[in-house]
């Protein structure tokens, strides 16, 4: 079971960050990954990380989020830094087991119930 947490109202140009965290699921052996799905919109990749550390990011928040993981913690965590109107949505953390990431949501088996980050301009 994943929980994701550590949304909430920020305005633009602000920092957030998102937690997600494993409950009888071992993320040091799991590649995770965020999500997000604005209103009317389709979920899409955001960014995820291997269970090497290899990272992804999508073209859309390339060099203002970055995610990390502590398996001490069986956490994954996703820094949010010069917020967009835009980036808001509700966000979520995804894991599979497979040991490269893929940047679709139906690659991954496993899913948190989501955090709303909203961004004021």
């Known amino acids: 079971q994943l929980q994701a947490s550590g949304g909430g109202l920020v305005q633009a140009g602000g920092s957030l960050r998102l937690s997600c965290a494993a409950s009888?699921?071992?993320?040091?052996?799991?590649?995770v990954a965020w999500f997000r799905q604005a209103p009317g919109k389709e979920r899409e990749f955001v960014t995820a990380i291997s269970r090497s550390g290899v990272r992804d990011h999508a073209d859309s928040v390339k060099g203002r989020f970055s995610i990390s993981r502590d398996n001490a913690k069986n956490s994954v965590y996703l820094q949010m830094n010069a917020v967009k109107p835009e980036d808001t949505a509700i966000y979520y953390c995804a894991a599979r087991s497979g040991f490269a990431s893929s940047q679709m949501a139906r690659a991954y088996d496993y899913w948190g119930q989501g955090t709303q980050v909203t961004v004021s301009s």
């Open positions: 009888g699921y071992t993320f040091s052996s799991a590649t």
